[in-house]
């Protein structure tokens, strides 16, 4: 069985998620909250991202990008936005 992409993968529990809400779920609160704390929370952490960059090493770097990734995933669901689009957006931008 081939593994789906795990950017893929939480797209498609948090879709799970808006579909069948779940106790305690931190995406539902999100969605229950609404689009203005989903964008509060991009805007946090992005600029958690740009002080983690400023640290020596990787390690913050890589836990604050995957925060903002997921962020932006459940940004993405709420606008109806799949990962194919930005397939597209990005290969129609790419130079060899
Ligand atoms: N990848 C993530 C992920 N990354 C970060 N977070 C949550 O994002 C929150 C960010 O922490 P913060 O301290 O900034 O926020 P907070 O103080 O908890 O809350 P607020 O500031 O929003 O009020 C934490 O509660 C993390 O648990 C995530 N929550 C969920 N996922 C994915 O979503 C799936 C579904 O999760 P649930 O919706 O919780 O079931 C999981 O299996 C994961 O794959």
Not at 54 to 67: A, R, T
């Amino acid at each position: 069985m081939e593994q789906k992409d795990i950017l893929q993968r939480i797209y498609d529990i948090v879709v799970d998620r808006r579909e069948n809400p779940k106790e305690g779920s931190y995406t539902n609160y999100l969605f229950d909250k609404g689009i203005d704390k989903i964008l509060k929370k991009v805007g946090e952490e992005t600029a958690e991202v740009i002080i983690g960059a400023k640290n020596p090493g990787k390690d913050e770097v890589v836990y604050e990008i995957s925060d903002l990734l997921y962020h932006l995933t459940v940004l993405m669901v709420e606008k109806g936005v799949v990962w194919e689009d930005l397939y597209q957006e990005l290969e129609s931008r790419y130079k060899k």
